[in-house]
């Protein structure tokens, strides 16, 4: 009996300390970052080596961030549309149409300035859609958005019809120096990254907006009864993801400078998804870490080039992928924990 | 006439009408040879969509469908090469959709997880297993696989009921009687109307999610099964993209994504409406693939639409 009660005790205080470290939600993406880069140095010692070719920065620690970039900026988006108990499944969709546009608009010749807000202005477009279906229409967000995402590689193919849609590639050295140029020693998409996200943080941050679309997310109805007007506040999560998945689909569209509605940031809602879980954010809703998610971003990117430098084919991407979903859900369950915890106990006994 | 029955009402009203448009756009499209092959062309999608409908009534929601239609098939290609029988194959498919399925649903339960990121995951692994198994088309080249694709009733008119399509109608009587007139069928509608008073009331909880989903799990390995024998080839690719053809049919035929309404028999005629969609759009032949995306998408809206203002106008009334 007494000796029950120890075993019984020594796991409770075990499990409070695993518990109180777990809990914390940086130290998991933060582990797993660590580990695939201690994998990454044990496969190839030069992992960390950074060297400077042709006037820039080269090495895997500036590919990471650099790939990560795009997936990042439409996760970001998708970290706010999940805070308000949301989800945004037409992100590919909108980089597909914005890269229509851009190619349509760069071969009827107007200015690239221009055509960069032109484009911004589609993914304000498609998040006005999606935020008044939500927010308006009262609609499921995941079949709202759905209704985008089947439709708008179909829209992206009509609009590369515009132009006769023979020859989608492009050359534009504004959009191209800002998705592969660099700036000194650093790439511009890494520097265009940190603007939008001040611009982001500043926005839900420094002003009640972050605080209105968590206290949304987190109980619309009591949000609505304190006075904050739910609808609208839900309506901008779109359109902030809107503008977001916009932004990447410059990015991604000036990188291979070609307009590929079909295959374009295809399967990207699911990696931003993805980043966002890792980030520890609840799919339930009224949580945005906009810091956790670029981890999120970085832990996936990280988990692809470990992938290509270990030597293994690319195929197996996708099953190692799946295993960490797995891996961080199960962590992240406490009724897991505790059944493994009391597994760990009984052992020891 | 019951509520419950308008969105399927509906939904069969859009099917006749655009059968009709068709009718009237091309001569001989009205004939049960179209009608036919459309139940033919659709039935994987169609039976991998009735295991989905019972995931949503019940308020879930699956997204690795299309993943393990490709799945089955390259297994089956892979077992056919070493030389099993397709039967046999198929056969130990079905069993590993139900056990993988079951095994969902436990995680579902058990860790308190939203199933879309655990289905999620699921799409991710068994695409990646079909990379990992191999990354071409393999052909099935037992005799079973002929013999099935000639095998069908013959129809009034030129046309016959395909094997296939067969299947799929067993496969969807079966999906009526489980869903409607067993007590698991009852729990699920419970689950999906109000989860926390149908475990008050005592419904096995973990047993009827793990039901579910291994429903859920079987129907999409038997959809993809029907899709390696009528292509009688294992493609790592295929089915790409079904999980939204399958989830947008079950909407189309009435069922609620909030869960606790809708009807199994919906479904055959939302996935019909999509067949029928991109059959009308290969009988033009002047319109591209982006046709069919579009109009998917803007019929999807429209019975989205559709189904918020009746729930909206029924709901009201009897809280009223």
Redesign the interface.
Known sequence: MSQAQTTSTRSSSLGATLGAIGRHRVVWPLAALALLFIVDFIISPSFFNIRIVEGRLFGSLIDIPYRAAPTALVALGMAVVIGTKGIDLSVGSIVAIGGAVITWRIHAGDPHLLILFIALAVGLLCGLWNGFLVAALDIQPIIATLILMVSGRGIGLMINLLYGGTDPSFTSPLLQGLSTGHIGYIPTRLLVFVFIFALLWTLLRRTALGLFLESVGGNTAAAYLTGINARMVIFSAYVISGLMASSAGVILTADTHTSDPISVALNIELDAILAVVIGGASLGGGRIYLGMTILGALVIQSLTTTILTSGMPPEYNLVVKAVVVVVVLLLQSSNFRSLTLSILARRKR | MNEKYLPLAATIVVFVALFAIGGILYNNFVSTLVFGDLLADNAFVIIAAIGTTFVIISGG?DLSIGSMIGFVGVVMANLDVVGWHPLVSGGMMLVFGLVYGALVGL?ID?????P???T??????L???C??IN?DAVPIRHDFVQDFAAASIPLPGEGELHSSAIVMLIALAAAIFIGHFTRFGANIYAIGGDRTSAALMGVPMRRTMMGIYAMGGFYSALGGVIYALYTSSGYPLAGTGNE?TA??SV?LGGTL??GGVGLVAGTLFGGLIFGLIATLINFNGSL???????V???L??LF??LQ?FLV?SFRLRSAA
Not at chain 2, 110 to 114: A, G, K, L, V
Not at chain 2, 120 to 125: D, P
Not at chain 2, 288 to 294: E, H, L, Q, T, V
């Open positions: 929601i995680v058990f860790c308190d997880i939203q879309f990121i655990v999620l995951a699921g799409l991710f692994l695409r990646g297993s990379f990992m990354l939204l989830i947008a909407v994504l909030t591209n693939g982006a046709w069919i995306m579009i998917g998408g803007v999807l809206f989205i639409v918020r909206g």
